[in-house]
């Protein structure tokens, strides 16, 4: 196959994961929104609207530097740690393993994945509801420790058999503190907006998705 062959055959294959990565999308959202919704009907439909339950609202003025600064730092850490799983994974198919060696070209398709495919329905399910309803339960600290020990698990329990408890345990431990770190974020700075860590969260995607892109690990 020459060049110029290969070429259009990459480029119908990422219009093909474009539509893929859109349509993905909408399913997670409606899915992760679900029961969020259902919660929000049954017991704050008339005190306020979902989307501000939900956190789906502007990051306060007064602390807007501050919470800047807050995700600019966050991300970084986001990213050192992101580097370190994929080191560990890197013989492993994960979530972005199918940007690998594909460049510029994939550049649309993932940042579809890293702003709408994971991040935002994620952030709506964890800090959007979980947080928030557990912290009317339990206060802020405890809820904020139980929702990153779940997300840990969620992103770590996976690899188990495939990279030994050991390594597990360690993305386990990892994703938790920067989940932790989120929902402190949104809360305590942020007057509850997930905004932040929908931020932190699709940039150490973007981040995750230009190395497989690129094949740099």
């Known amino acids: 196959m020459n060049f110029t062959a290969q070429w259009i055959y990459k480029i119908g294959d990422v219009n093909y994961m474009l539509l893929n990565k859109i349509v993905s999308s909408i399913i997670e959202i409606v899915l992760f929104c679900f029961i969020p919704f259902i919660w929000w009907l049954i017991t704050s439909k008339k005190k306020e609207n979902f989307f501000n339950w939900i956190g789906f609202k502007k990051i306060d003025n007064k602390n807007k530097k501050s919470t800047i600064i807050s995700i600019l730092i966050t991300s970084l850490f986001f990213m050192i740690i992101s580097i370190i799983t994929l080191y560990i994974l890197k013989d492993i198919e994960t979530a972005t393993s199918e940007f690998k060696g594909l460049g510029i070209t994939a550049l649309l398709p993932a940042l579809i994945y890293s702003i709408f495919n994971t991040s935002l329905p994620e952030e709506i399910l964890f800090r959007g509801f979980l947080l928030k309803r557990l912290s009317n339960k339990f206060g802020f600290i405890i809820a904020n420790i139980i929702q990153s020990i779940i997300f840990g698990l969620l992103h770590g329990i996976m690899f188990f058999n495939l990279v030994g408890i050991f390594k597990a345990v360690i993305i386990i431990l990892f994703t938790g503190i920067i989940a932790y770190a989120m929902g402190y974020i949104n809360e305590k700075k942020a ?24 094949s740099i690990i």
């Open 191 to 214: 007057n509850g907006s997930i905004f932040p860590s929908w931020s932190i969260h699709a940039i150490s995607n973007l981040f995750a998705s230009i190395i497989a892109m690129f």
